[in-house]
């Protein structure tokens, strides 16, 4: 079974400086993808980046990034000058083919403090 | 543009009663979607639905029912709610379905349905 393990549940960063959220999935198929998302608290699950397994090159979305390390199973997550509306759960996810339909698995997240 | 759409946003039952989530999407998505949120535990797949007429089991189906009405609309029933049923449900959609791959890999969800069961 696929599965999505985030190792820290909670972590903190001082604002402007950068932070790492760490994420490992476990998958036999080759063709994938992979994402992060973020839930403030209004609830609201906010997509913030997306990777596909079969391209080398590490997504980016402004002040977001991944490091995408197929072989290790590893994909995590950086943001860079951190800001204060960056407090919030953020969940890795992993998209598997299932029986011809498609469904996300999750990992259980990581809280993210933000420091004035 | 309402994207998802869950009714209502929140809920307290009573052990026992019954009740019935709704979720409506109006993006013509093939894919819906029930979770549950539990602290500590992220959002754990309850149901499925490929497509209209077809419905599957996710990690944690078990005192759950669904119907996918049409291809806009995905409810989940409690029929005999139990303290243990206490959570954060979301709805959500994507593009890709049963027999039709997508690229937009992107699925969207709903605003939430806390419930608490007394």
């Known amino acids: 079974a696929q599965t999505v393990t985030q190792s820290q549940p909670e972590m903190s960063v001082q604002e402007a400086e950068t932070v790492t959220l760490s994420c490992t999935y476990d998958?036999?198929?080759?063709?994938?993808?992979l994402f992060w998302y973020k839930q403030p608290p209004s609830r609201q699950m906010i997509l913030v980046i997306r990777?596909?397994?079969?391209?080398?090159q590490n997504a980016t979305e402004n002040r977001f990034s991944v490091n995408f390390q197929k072989a290790a199973k590893s994909f995590s997550l950086k943001i860079s000058d951190s800001q204060l509306g960056d407090a919030a759960m953020y969940f890795c996810?992993?998209?598997?083919?299932?029986?011809?339909?498609?469904?996300?698995?999750f990992g259980k997240g990581t809280k993210l403090t933000v420091n004035p | 543009n309402a994207g998802v759409t869950q009714t209502p946003k929140f809920q307290v039952l009573k052990t026992g009663q019954s009740m019935t989530l709704q979720c409506a999407q109006d993006m013509n998505h093939n894919s819906m979607y029930w979770y549950r949120q539990d602290p500590g535990m992220g959002l754990r797949l309850i149901y499925y639905?490929?497509?209209?007429?077809?419905?599957d089991k996710g990690e944690v189906p078990n005192g759950y029912n669904v119907s996918r009405l049409n291809k806009r609309e995905f409810s989940l029933r409690l029929e005999s709610a139990a303290p243990s049923q206490t959570s954060v449900y979301f709805c959500a959609s994507s593009e890709a379905g049963q027999g039709v791959p997508s690229q937009n890999t992107e699925a969207f969800f709903g605003q939430g349905t806390r419930l608490t069961v007394v």
């Open positions: 990777q596909e397994a079969y391209k080398q």
């Open positions: 996810a992993y998209r598997m083919l299932q029986g011809g339909s498609e469904k996300l698995v």
């Open positions: 998958t036999s198929e080759s063709d994938y993808y």
């Open positions: 639905s490929a497509s209209e007429g077809t419905t």
